[in-house]
């Protein structure tokens, strides 16, 4: 079954932090949308940390971070039967709903001989 | 209290798997108290981030990994981790702090010895005596206790106190000011040294409670929590031996007795309704019982408190069978003694409507007349309501006209507009 990675963007800004309410409320959203998917969900990744560095061979810089208008914030993998199919795993998924953030879908080449 | 949010509350939203209600709310302020008393008073900032921060993280690791068997064992681990992390980062090496530290290393192995639900209450009761500082303003005390015992965010307290975020974070930071500023010896105060801030603690759980009850507001669900702090709090108060007196128990009946008419007093679309128009089977006799309970257990001492006097007239209302059987002699010497014990006019306001029932509202009216009402009764819609009333019934229609008018002008809610016409209209 073809696989996709799911890239998570929001706006650089600090969002504001949510409540504990908010918090619970979240969790049982994510609960819920978690177990519906299950069967999609290969690895929900994480969060990644702000900052890094850009590595090449004239060596290492801090990343385009600061420049850019939006940053990936955290990455997912999903297992498809259809494009169609992953679209539907993102629109639902309760990370996309923030404001300013959207997910990038990409399916992995797969490489021949594997 | 007893109910959950009413069906419709939080539309579309799944319950969270294996956590009680307002478990992360709840587990902030635990998290809170236990945390403050380790590092600190004056780290009150940190403590909180460290919360935070924990919460936070829980909502990534349980959503991946699957709830721990103990959730309040993991939050406790990490957001005591990132304390002393951040603690030791940005506060140098503090010999106080080490201290923290060192006597932190020997129960890393078994965190559940932070549970033990007497330790809990002591470490909640003795924040709730913090932010009771007399240094600090009563309405930040308030919002204080809010953050920081309840778990609510600045942005759910203005929503709770129909007030601006701004307004609330500005009081909130006047509480942590003051707290900041005091000094090292009284950063963690031995519980029973702050006995003395009894009084306060009763009058912000007793406003708290009224913020809540007092509403007369469309967004029932949201204020009824208010309640149920006043209310959780204030048990734990009642049954700690710091706070076990006949005044504690006293107020708790106040609140169970008013909860109890809680539900009862709108009708089903968001409006209120009178006294008498309530149907009085919906009254919630869980509610009443232990109410009674309460009031027995304080039926002792020899104080008789203003929270006596209140939760006898509360009393009297709850148990009576009807409206006219209500026994309003009964509750003109209670008001009257509430009168003796906190001198205000609008205690004095309640006795004439009391009075009103029980010997017609010419009673009523002379006891009103010996009253100068200050200026905040005389411009809330309560005194002109009240006039309104009492003039109506006693047939002087014009100047009950002329009342109704001004009660109608400045009632603040819809809702109590439609009350009061409904009251101030009807035949006399």
Not at chain 1, 70 to 80: N, Q, R, T
Not at chain 2, 79 to 88: C, D, K, S, W, Y
Not at chain 2, 221 to 242: F, G, K, N, P, Q
Not at chain 2, 304 to 317: D, K, L, N, S, V
Request: charged letters at 25%; a negative charge; proline letters at 5%.
């Amino acid at each position: 079954m073809p696989k996709y990675l799911f890239l998570q963007r929001s706006l650089p800004r600090k969002p504001q932090q949510p409540s504990p309410a908010q918090m619970q409320e979240m969790y049982a959203v994510f609960n819920a949308w978690k177990e519906k998917f299950k069967d999609n969900i290969l690895d929900l990744g994480g969060p990644l940390k702000p900052g890094g560095k850009v590595v090449t061979t004239s060596g290492a810089t801090d990343g385009p971070f600061v420049e850019a208008k939006e940053i990936v914030g955290g990455y997912m993998l999903v297992s498809a039967e259809s494009f169609d199919r992953a679209l539907e795993v993102a629109r639902e998924c309760p990370g996309v709903i923030m404001p300013g953030s959207s997910v990038e879908i990409r399916e992995i080449q797969e490489v021949s001989g594997s | 209290l007893t109910g959950g949010p009413e069906p419709g509350d939080r539309p579309g939203v799944a319950a969270a798997p294996g956590l009680v209600e307002h478990f992360f709310r709840h587990e902030y302020g635990r998290l809170v108290a236990l945390l403050t008393r380790k590092a600190g008073v004056h780290h009150i900032d940190r403590v909180e981030d460290a919360v935070q921060a924990a919460l936070l993280a829980a909502l990534t690791a349980w959503t991946a990994q699957g709830r721990p068997d103990d959730p309040g064992a993991w939050l406790y681990r990490v957001a005591h981790n990132n304390l002393i992390g951040e603690l030791r980062q940005t506060a140098g090496r503090l010999l106080i702090l080490e201290r923290a530290v060192d006597a932190e290393a020997e129960r890393t192995d078994s965190p559940a010895t932070a549970h033990f639900a007497g330790e809990v209450a002591d470490d909640m009761l003795r924040m709730l005596f913090i932010c009771c500082d007399d240094a600090i303003p009563r309405e930040s005390q308030l919002v204080f206790a809010l953050k920081t015992l309840c778990g609510f965010s600045t942005a759910e307290i203005a929503l709770r106190l129909f007030t601006s975020e701004a307004n609330v974070y500005k009081r909130l930071a006047r509480a942590r000011d003051r707290l900041r500023d005091s000094s090292p010896d009284i950063q963690t105060p031995p519980l029973d040294s702050l006995k003395s801030r009894l009084p306060n603690v009763h009058a912000i759980l007793y406003l708290l409670f009224n913020e809540g009850y007092l509403a007369a507001h469309a967004e029932h669900a949201i204020r009824r929590e208010l309640c149920d702090e006043a209310v959780r709090l204030a048990t734990l108060l009642a049954e700690h031996s710091v706070g076990a007196v006949p005044e504690t128990f006293a107020l708790l009946a106040v609140m169970h007795l008013h909860a109890a008419r809680l539900g009862a007093r709108c009708d089903g679309m968001g409006g209120l309704l009178l006294l008498e128009e309530q149907d009085r089977s919906l009254w919630d006799r869980e509610q009443m019982r232990l109410g009674a309970e309460w009031l027995s257990r304080s039926a002792c001492g020899e104080l008789f408190t203003r929270y006596h006097a209140e939760a006898g007239i509360a009393a009297e209302h709850c148990f009576a069978p009807s409206f006219e059987q209500t026994r309003w002699r009964e509750i003109c010497d209670l008001y009257a003694m509430l009168e003796r014990i906190d001198s205000s006019p609008l205690h004095t306001m309640n006795r004439a409507v009391a009075l009103a029932e029980w010997q017609g509202p010419d009673a009523g009216l002379a006891l009103l007349q010996a009253v100068a009402p200050p200026a905040w009764l005389v411009n809330s819609y309560l005194w002109d309501a009240v006039l309104g009333d009492l003039h109506r019934r006693a047939g002087n229609l014009e100047i009950a006209g002329r009342h109704r008018e001004r009660a109608l002008t400045s009632a603040p809610t819809a809702a109590l507009r439609e009350l009061l016409t409904r009251r101030l209209t009807t035949a006399a």
